[in-house]
């Protein structure tokens, strides 16, 4: 029999086609990959099933993101209410995060869009994963390297290659970092901003905001404390953007 190893010769992950037009297609991967665990997971809490992992774990399971993009978009699922997350660990130094979905959320979110997702069509995206026959033309194969950008923000305007985000996270805490990128993201979606790279207009706005608040940003995911605050999170603590 003929076949490919970048063909289905292993457990897909799956996501429906209108949950990706609605949240992007990793955040849909992800908050699908959050269900399957969900319902077989026997961690029940205040009613409800709970689930927990790494960054690392979550890694082998979404390997085409790095961890900070994971960590990304998991933060942001969380931000949007789709995912609740608590600390059920016996131990008080345990920070993993355990979590669950907003069933409630995402039922109005598709009553709130029934239009949109009746009327619209599926993008190359979700063609692929609902396996319908694409009609668009594959990218030309080629061997020179490329970086891909993914694009990030409320508004999924923001592009931003792995390692910038990483290198992002890395200079500022990683809720900062997100904050950042989502300010860009509503600059560029209201006043029509447009800038050669994103990466360093985010560096920019973050060095105007260190000029106005003094402290504010200078110290902020700088301070010794901060240093041992992103290495105790990077320490098992558990649980970002579409290609563009």
Known sequence: MEGSKLLINEPPLQALPTLARLL???KAIIL??????VGISGHEKEGHRWIYNSYEEWNKQFSWLKPRAIQYHILQLERDGYIISAN???DSRDHTKWYRINYDLLENLLKTNSDDTKNSQPTY????????KNSQALPETTTETTTIDTLYGEFENVKLSDNELEKL????RPMRAHELIEQLS???KSKGYKYKSHYAAILNWARRDDAKGGSNGKNRGHTQED????????IGAPITGRRG
């Not at 699908?32 to 665990?37: C, I, L, P, R, S």
């Not at 995206?125 to 319908?132: I, K, V, Y």
């Not at 240093?227 to 990077?234: E, F, I, L, V």
Request: charged share 25%; hydrophobic share 35%.
């Open 24 to 26: 992007d297609v990793n």
């Open 32 to 37: 699908q990959q959050v269900q399957y665990w």
């Open 88 to 90: 059920f660990n016996k």
């Open 125 to 132: 995206h979700e063609l692929t994963m609902d396996g319908t």
């Open 169 to 172: 996270q890395e200079r500022f």
């Open 186 to 188: 509503a600059g560029i």
């Open 227 to 234: 240093r041992s605050a992103r290495r105790a999170a990077s």
